[in-house]
């Protein structure tokens, strides 16, 4: 395509059809369901995000593409359920109209208990997905209490980021980012914010590990006029998981194919297009660290908000 996407828009959608094929694989393909086949089916709901770079008819369109493609020799049949709307998936989950859920870290952890969420795949970067926070040696900024009026850049569309930065600005200036910083840029990708650094436009940027790692490949003399300032660790940003009613013998087959996804020759080309590095398994407990961290977000911003409400 020659349209311009934002580095997490299509990464959104890839990650969530390639973490979604993941949960199909065992479980596909309905043309040539039996029916004895027909007793045992998978109905999934799948969340790519609100950014609209991909049309709904792309996304389908692709996902039925490779669906086609790696799911061959599966017998069992699948229904995919897109969604615009996290409330209304949730929903459905509830009620058993859905057998899994794929989305986000944050609409898991802010819509869903982990005690409803069974296992299930994380999609895995070269670099990784740790939050870093980034600032020029020229900038002055030798630690987090040295934010106050400096110039951030981050990246659009980004949950997991925002939240991150919140958490920071509240824990060690007790404000919201918005009175911290004296601007706040955004920008697509990763290796646009990293370089408003290297050329003095901005003194601060907050980006993920593999965008860092990309962005450093391309601009060596990069790294060497960074420095990394804080960091969160996240296993993954996108996630699938089964609900706790799926037949536990369907979600074991599941976890002993998809790890392999990438050995298969149309699974490495769905990655490699991407950018993906792999699949690998995800227990809901995994999800802890993104719970804690919306915990303190919540707990600080309340503590603001009562201090303002005082004056």
């Given at each position: 395509?020659?349209?311009?996407?934002?580095?997490?828009?299509?990464?959104?959608?890839?990650?969530?059809?390639?973490?979604?094929?993941?949960?199909?694989?065992?479980?596909?393909?309905?043309?040539?369901?039996?029916?004895?086949?027909?007793?045992e089916?998978?109905?999934?709901?799948?969340?790519?995000?609100?950014?609209?770079?991909?049309?709904?008819?792309e996304?389908?369109?692709?996902?039925?593409?490779?669906?086609?493609?790696?799911?061959?020799?599966?017998?069992i049949?699948?229904?995919?359920?897109?969604y615009?709307?996290?409330?209304?998936?949730r929903q459905?989950?509830?009620?058993?109209?859905?057998?899994?859920?794929?989305?986000?870290?944050?609409?898991?952890?802010?819509?869903?208990?982990?005690?409803?969420?069974?296992?299930?795949?994380?999609?895995?970067?070269?670099?990784?997905?740790?939050?870093?926070?980034?600032t020029?040696?020229?900038?002055?900024?030798?630690?987090?209490?040295?934010?106050?009026?400096?110039?951030?850049?981050?990246?659009?569309?980004?949950?997991?980021?925002?939240?991150?930065?919140?958490?920071?600005?509240?824990?060690?200036?007790?404000?919201?980012?918005?009175?911290?910083?004296?601007?706040?840029?955004?920008?697509?990708?990763?290796?646009?914010?990293?370089?408003?650094?290297?050329?003095?436009?901005?003194?601060?940027?907050?980006?993920?590990?593999?965008?860092?790692?990309?962005?450093?490949?391309?601009?060596?003399?990069?790294?060497?006029?960074?420095?990394?300032?804080a960091?969160?660790?996240?296993?993954?940003?996108?996630?699938?998981?089964?609900?706790?009613?799926?037949?536990?013998?369907?979600?074991?087959?599941?976890?002993?194919?998809?790890?392999t996804?990438?050995?298969?020759?149309?699974?490495?080309?769905?990655?490699?297009?991407?950018?993906?590095?792999?699949?690998?398994?995800?227990?809901?407990?995994?999800?802890?660290?993104?719970?804690?961290?919306?915990?303190?977000?919540?707990?600080?911003?309340?503590?603001f908000?009562?201090?303002?409400?005082?004056?």
């Amino acid at each position: 395509m020659s349209r311009r996407f934002s580095i997490l828009a299509p990464l959104r959608i890839a990650a969530s059809l390639i973490v979604t094929l993941a949960l199909l694989l065992p479980a596909t393909q309905a043309t040539s369901a039996t029916s004895a086949a027909a007793e045992e089916s998978i109905r999934l709901g799948f969340y790519s995000g609100a950014r609209r770079e991909w049309s709904r008819a792309e996304v389908r369109g692709t996902f039925d593409l490779w669906a086609q493609e790696l799911a061959r020799k599966f017998q069992i049949p699948v229904r995919i359920i897109h969604y615009d709307d996290t409330l209304e998936m949730r929903q459905d989950f509830l009620a058993g109209r859905i057998d899994g859920i794929n989305a986000d870290a944050i609409t898991l952890v802010r819509q869903y208990k982990l005690d409803e969420l069974a296992e299930g795949y994380a999609t895995i970067m070269k670099g990784g997905w740790n939050l870093m926070l980034f600032t020029s040696k020229a900038s002055g900024v030798q630690n987090l209490a040295d934010l106050a009026g400096k110039r951030i850049v981050l990246l659009e569309e980004d949950q997991a980021g925002e939240m991150y930065l919140e958490t920071l600005c509240l824990r060690h200036h007790q404000r919201p980012c918005r009175e911290v910083f004296s601007d706040i840029q955004r920008v697509s990708t990763s290796n646009q914010a990293l370089m408003r650094v290297f050329f003095g436009k901005a003194d601060l940027a907050q980006v993920y590990g593999y965008g860092h790692d990309v962005a450093v490949e391309m601009n060596p003399q990069l790294g060497q006029s960074i420095r990394k300032l804080a960091e969160f660790p996240l296993r993954s940003l996108f996630l699938a998981f089964y609900s706790t009613r799926v037949d536990p013998t369907l979600r074991q087959r599941t976890i002993r194919i998809m790890p392999t996804l990438h050995t298969y020759p149309r699974g490495r080309q769905l990655l490699d297009i991407f950018k993906i590095d792999r699949l690998d398994v995800a227990y809901p407990a995994e999800l802890q660290p993104v719970i804690e961290l919306e915990r303190e977000y919540q707990r600080l911003l309340s503590q603001f908000e009562r201090k303002e409400r005082r004056r």
